[in-house]
T-cell receptor
Framework: GESVGLHLPTLSVQEGDNSIINCAYS??????FIWYKQESGKGPQFIID???NMDKRQGQRVTVLLNKTVKHLSLQIAATQPGDSAVYFC?????????????WGAGTKLIIKP | DGGITQSPKYLFRKEGQNVTLSCEQN?????MYWYRQDPGQGLRLIYY???????QKGDIAEGYSVSREKKESFPLTVTSAQKNPTAFYLC???????????????FGPGTRLTVL
């Protein structure tokens, strides 16, 4: 079936290194993708988004890459800090108008090693 | 300050009781959503509403009900028909995006419901 999924449930990274979190999607009709960060006990926070007419988008210390050929999305975090410890979710859009919704991946837990 | 508020933060319920979770937003967003999150899991969509007086079932609507009488409010009722209601409930809102699609969703702080 169609789904958004993640390759790794947990990712451990040394503080200061770059982190790469991956996400696979299967609906070729999706044209909007988002990354969220969720800290323990809190609601998800928007990090960065990308539309299907782009391959790459950069924010502050974060970059999202979209490869439509293989239906793959990645989030790169530069110079990972302790405050980056969280669960990261990717999501893709589905439907239009009154049926519009986001389809969420299972999440990747990012652990920062000192 | 604009944002989404959910109340209460923690809620305890006895088996067999209905309970209503509040979600209010002052962001002037048309769309609102309810998600359920179990420990160590992702978000599952319960109900969503793209406009006042209209809502759609999500993936796990059974045992839940909603109403959307006002743009600002989207309360969720967890009924006694929901067999395993203990979870973290998240409300979100968004604006319509280009081409009839949506935009980023803004989340509330969540309500943690525990059934005793």
């Amino acid at each position: 079936g169609e789904s958004v999924g993640l390759h790794l449930p947990t990712l451990s990274v040394q503080e200061g290194d770059n982190s790469i979190i991956n996400c696979a999607y299967s609906n070729s009709a999706s044209d909007y993708f988002i990354w969220y960060k969720q800290e323990s006990g809190k609601g998800p926070q928007f990090i960065i988004d990308i539309r299907s007419n782009m391959d790459k988008r950069q924010g502050q210390r974060v970059t999202v890459l979209l490869n439509k050929t293989v239906k793959h999305l990645s989030l790169q975090i530069a110079a990972t800090q302790p405050g980056d410890s969280a669960v990261y979710f990717c999501a893709e859009n589905r439907g239009r108008g009154r049926n519009y919704q986001l389809i969420w991946g299972a999440g990747t837990k990012l652990i920062i090693k000192p | 300050d604009g944002g989404i508020t959910q109340s209460p933060k923690y809620l305890f319920r006895k088996e067999g009781q209905n309970v209503t979770l509040s979600c209010e937003q002052n962001l002037n967003h048309d769309a609102m959503y309810w998600y359920r999150q179990d420990p160590g899991q992702g978000l599952r969509l319960i109900y969503y509403s793209q406009i006042v007086n209209d809502f759609q079932k999500g993936d796990i609507a059974e045992g839940y009900s909603v109403s959307r009488e006002k743009k600002e409010s989207f309360p969720l009722t967890v009924t006694s028909a929901q067999k395993n209601p203990t979870a973290f409930y998240l409300c979100a809102s968004s604006t319509p995006g280009p081409s009839g699609g949506g935009d980023e969703q803004f989340f509330g702080p969540g309500t943690r419901l525990t059934v005793l």
